[in-house]
């Protein structure tokens, strides 16, 4: 199945500094880049076919996969100056590179790779900022068995703030953290059917224009997964992979063990009904 990463945006949030130039999918968690680390998770699922949807920062994605180096994730010998590589990384991958647009929103970035997906009944797509361990086979499974256009991953709140609930008279009655509320948000994981196209206008966004339609017919389905999910979607919650990375505590690192992951609890996969 054909994995399309939307990553041509600027990702303002990551920058450490206004000198900082470098493309959020490129800023590294441990030897490799964000993106990467998605790949592999999908890979690790078979799903080695990748649409690179490009936009700023193209040159240094295509830099990187162009001239990459697999000594610096894998072990190898070195004799005589030749090098024995003992693991590979991408060797099998196939990765489409796509010009979407400098400016594009990610709904126009999906419909400008459209003839790169062929006739295939189903395709993933992906924010490539966000990391996790569930059980990505499960998923598509469940998806497949329904006749719905759409599937995404649905997650708890990540923010660490609190809810203040106060009456007309400003007397505060609760205070509640935001990860303990009855709600769910779009965890950027999806499994999508070419139908997805009909609903896609020229410049539109894949949330707002597909899924909330979809949704509004009952076509769009929901998967509930409360185990591990993190964002890298800013500079200190990259650092906090990276340093996890380093720890060698990287739950999203299914391709380690060799064998897919167990399903955290998180619930069958629930219809979106407006």
């Known amino acids: ?59 240094q994605i295509k830099d990187h996969f162009l001239h990459y180096d697999e000594t ?8 005589g100056g030749d090098v024995e590589l003992l693991s590979h990384d991408i060797a099998d991958w196939k990765i489409t590179f796509v010009d979407t647009g400098l400016d ?20 993933l797509a992906n924010y490539a900022d966000v990391l996790t361990d569930a059980p990505l086979d499960r998923m598509i499974e469940e998806f497949a068995a329904s006749d719905n256009a759409a599937s995404l991953m649905a997650v708890p709140p990540q923010s660490s703030f609190h809810v203040v609930r106060f009456d007309d008279g400003h ?18 994981y999806f499994v999508l059917r070419p139908e997805v ?53 990287a739950p999203w690192a299914v391709w380690r063990d060799g064998s897919p992951q167990v399903a955290h609890a998180g619930g069958p996969v629930t219809p979106i009904t407006p």
């Open 1 to 59: 199945m054909k994995v399309v990463l939307f990553c041509g945006g600027y990702g303002m949030r990551m920058r450490s500094s206004a000198d900082d130039v470098l493309t959020k999918p490129m800023h590294l968690v441990g030897p490799r880049p964000i993106m990467w680390h998605v790949m592999r998770y999908y890979a690790h699922y078979g799903h080695k076919e990748f649409i690179l949807c490009l936009g700023y920062g193209a040159t």
């Open 72 to 79: 610096a994730s894998n072990d190898f010998v070195l004799q």
């Open 104 to 123: 594009s929103p990610i709904g126009e970035r999906l419909r400008r790779v459209r003839e790169h997906l062929g006739d295939d009944e189903m395709f």
């Open 171 to 188: 007397q505060v009655s609760e205070v509640d953290q935001v990860g303990r509320m009855a709600i769910w948000e779009n965890g950027g």
């Open 197 to 249: 196209f009909d609903y896609l206008p020229e410049n539109g966004d894949l949330v707002e224009d597909v899924c909330v339609k979809l949704a509004g017919e009952g076509r769009l389905m929901a998967y509930p997964y409360s185990g591990f999910w993190k964002p890298a979607d800013t500079f200190k919650e990259r650092a906090q992979l990276d340093a996890e990375w380093e720890r060698g505590d």
